[in-house]
């Protein structure tokens, strides 16, 4: 996992993006942790792109897929929407009242 999956921490040179900045890497299968990273990605775009974040929100699952498989990628958006439900990720409680 890389810790801190932001879009400060992407290079995008020519049509191709390199991830920099491993510094709070690890090496883990833990589905939460690969969850953590994920939701980060998608609040760093809702926070620094908020008109695109649908478009590279997927374009970035479609390299996640290519990278970990479908497999991984659906149990990831799957944690990452359960993490999106926990106490200070409430936006969706907060519409339900």
């Given at each position: 996992?890389?810790?801190?999956?932001?879009?400060?921490n992407?290079?995008?040179?020519?049509?191709?993006i390199?991830?920099?900045d491993?510094?709070?890497?690890?090496?883990?299968?833990?589905l939460?942790?690969?969850?953590?990273?994920?939701?980060?990605?998608?609040?760093?775009?809702e926070?620094?792109?908020?008109?695109l974040?649908?478009?590279?929100?997927?374009?970035?699952?479609?390299?996640y897929?290519?990278?970990?498989?479908?497999?991984?990628?659906?149990?990831?958006?799957?944690?990452?929407?359960?993490?999106?439900?926990?106490?200070?990720y409430?936006?969706?409680?907060?519409l339900?009242?």
């Amino acid at each position: 996992v890389h810790g801190d999956l932001t879009t400060s921490n992407m290079l995008v040179v020519g049509n191709r993006i390199f991830v920099i900045d491993f510094g709070l890497g690890d090496f883990s299968n833990e589905l939460e942790q690969h969850g953590v990273d994920v939701h980060l990605m998608l609040r760093s775009l809702e926070s620094t792109h908020p008109s695109l974040v649908q478009p590279l929100y997927a374009a970035f699952l479609e390299g996640y897929a290519e990278v970990r498989g479908d497999d991984m990628r659906r149990a990831v958006e799957v944690k990452v929407k359960e993490i999106r439900r926990r106490g200070r990720y409430v936006v969706e409680r907060r519409l339900r009242r």
